[in-house]
């Protein structure tokens, strides 16, 4: 349980990171996700996006692709700004655990 809680919070920064770059959707995370080794069904990663969406990190909308309705994530200001304090407390966290 220690170790799920610990890897969701390094899932966090991964959607961040991603949706800093462009708009994401969950199916694509989930890939993206299992290429670092984390292995996320959507009753684990939809709940964490929409809980990001409610702390202000993250904004959806619906786009229509072939037919369907997909809802796709970009970050916020507040999330970009998040991203760089974990981004800063990350690198010192490796500095410190891999001397």
Do not use: C
């Amino acid at each position: 349980m220690l170790d799920r809680k610990l890897f969701l919070g390094f899932v966090r920064v991964h959607i961040l990171y991603h949706a800093s770059k462009g708009e994401i959707y969950g199916a694509w995370m989930m890939k993206e996700l299992a290429r670092h080794g984390y292995s996320l069904s959507p009753g684990t990663l939809y709940p964490i996006l929409h809980e990001m969406e409610r702390d202000g990190l993250l904004q959806s909308k619906k786009v229509v692709v072939n037919g369907k309705v997909r809802k796709v994530y970009r970050i916020t200001e507040k999330g970009l700004k998040m991203l760089e304090m974990a981004k800063k407390r990350v690198k010192e966290l490796f500095s410190e655990v891999m001397e």
